[in-house]
């Protein structure tokens, strides 16, 4: 494969797959932008912070399901089993400019993570 897009991409997503997200982050502009089902997450350290507790925490295996790319624009498909959720598919559509990912647009559904939240938090008197 040549395609510059995938490959960043498929790098990135094996590093925050495998639970190495100081690489991961590697793989993204400092400015990096992501549309996520939670809003827009702009710059790295936002970026890590929405991230890492999915990946650190709640991420038990990963399943590519399709990798497509070329010079600029990468689309990856696959699905997690995660603790709330035995089956999370995802999809992430990433920019890639100058070597880095300037842009994800990031889907999932956040329902089982959300009600996941929510039995982790105090009951309330």
Not at 81 to 88: C, G, L, M, Y
Request: one cysteine or more; charged letters at 25%; hydrophobic letters at 45%.
């Amino acid at each position: 494969m040549t395609n510059p897009a995938l490959q960043i991409a498929l790098a990135y997503h094996r590093a925050w797959t495998g639970k190495d997200l100081d690489l991961a982050l590697t793989y993204l502009a400092d400015e990096v932008v992501c549309d996520a089902p939670a809003g827009r997450i702009v710059g790295i350290e936002a970026y890590r912070d929405f991230l890492a507790p999915f990946a650190e925490r709640l991420l038990i295996s990963v399943e590519m399901i399709a990798a497509f790319g070329d010079d600029s624009t990468a689309v990856l498909v696959y699905d997690t089993e995660t603790i709330p959720a035995k089956s999370a598919p995802a999809a992430e559509c990433v920019t890639v400019r100058d070597g880095k990912i300037v842009y994800n647009r990031f889907v999932f559904d956040r329902t089982p993570f959300d009600e996941f939240r929510r039995r982790q938090e105090p009951a309330r008197p």
